[in-house]
């Protein structure tokens, strides 16, 4: 992967990271209807990256968090 890619992949992750930051501050600090679009946007952005990486929704699912489990720590 040339370093452009990566750095490009990198972006990626970090976005994925954050809207799954965003919906789980949302189930905690908003109403079900803010964490029910938050999420709906998560869902979508799963779908997009899937459908242009060929990456499963799963695995990115898993990619996502854990670099958002990492940004926790």
């Known amino acids: 992967m040339s370093e452009e890619a990566l750095e ?13 930051k965003r919906f789980t501050e949302a189930s905690v600090n908003d109403a079900p209807e803010g964490f ?14 899937a459908e242009v990486t060929k990456i499963s929704e799963e695995a990115l699912d898993e ?4 670099r958002y489990m990492e940004s926790r720590i």
């Open 36 to 49: 029910k679009k938050l999420h709906s946007e998560y869902v979508a952005y799963l779908k997009k990256i």
């Open 63 to 66: 990619c996502f968090f854990n």
């Open 8 to 20: 490009t992949w990198k972006k990626v992750v970090e976005k994925g990271a954050e809207k799954i």
